[in-house]
T-cell receptor
Framework: QQQVKQSPQSLIVQKGGISIINCAYENTAFDYFPWYQQFPGKGPALLIAIRPDVSEKKEGRFTISFNKSAKQFSLHIMDSQPGDSATYFCAAGYQRANNLFFGTGTRLTVIP | EAQVTQNPRYLITVTGKKLTVTCSQNMNHEYMSWYRQDPGLGLRQIYYSMNVEVTDKGDVPEGYKVSRKEKRNFPLILESPSPNQTSLYFC?????????????FGPGTRLTVL
């Protein structure tokens, strides 16, 4: 069964808008929550990650919000740009272990 | 340049014809993993390896084999491919045991089994 559930499957946003992708997990032992970005024809690459001891992490236009009690985390892309058009994967894992459990992915399209 | 390489990038084959997809990394990473990516299913782990001669099953290992004879290489073997193994395959590597491990992915291998 899917350890991490991700929604929506696809998302279309106007340039300058906010893109929001949501993920939920069940295993409360997870303590590492990365987001990966994948451009067409490329492998996924780490975008941003968060630990559960903080509720928010921001890097430029990208922000992870984390709600430990609800077992949910989300990626917010502010001022979305056409260059952000990609597939985004959330994941969950353990800090000192290597295996990650990925969500099903969200294909983001930012319209100029 | 630090990277994960995969070969071939594209492969069309027929049912039952054994094939190997190679994966190599030049970052001296202990951990290596194979994933398959399918629409609506995301990235699913096939096999992983924590170090040389140490491999273990992921979520979808049926129909696949791996070996880890050298630290840098982690080939994926399909001994008798079937059409349901048509997919996009990714190899990844990372340091073992470090905090907040970043996985580095290869460029992918698109496999079609007819």
């Amino acid at each position: 069964q899917q350890q991490v559930k991700q929604s929506p499957q696809s998302l279309i946003v106007q340039k300058g808008g906010i893109s929001i992708i949501n993920c939920a997990y069940e295993n409360t032992a997870f303590d590492y929550f990365p987001w990966y970005q994948q451009f067409p024809g490329k492998g996924p690459a780490l975008l941003i990650a968060i630990r559960p001891d903080v509720s928010e992490k921001k890097e430029g236009r990208f922000t992870i919000s984390f709600n430990k009690s609800a077992k949910q985390f989300s990626l917010h892309i502010m001022d979305s740009q056409p260059g952000d058009s990609a597939t985004y994967f959330c994941a969950a894992g353990y800090q000192r272990a290597n295996n990650l459990f990925f969500g099903t992915g969200t294909r983001l399209t930012v319209i100029p | 340049e630090a990277q994960v390489t995969q070969n071939p990038r594209y492969l069309i084959t027929v049912t039952g014809k054994k094939l190997t997809v190679t994966c190599s990394q030049n970052m001296n990473h202990e951990y290596m993993s194979w994933y398959r990516q399918d629409p609506g299913l995301g990235l699913r782990q096939i096999y992983y390896s924590m170090n040389v001669e140490v491999t273990d099953k992921g979520d979808v290992p049926e129909g696949y084999k791996v070996s880890r004879k050298e630290k840098r290489n982690f080939p994926l073997i399909l001994e008798s491919p079937s059409p349901n193994q048509t997919s996009l395959y990714f190899c990844a590597s990372s340091l073992a045991g470090a905090a907040y491990n970043e996985q580095f992915f290869g460029p992918g291998t698109r496999l079609t089994v007819l």
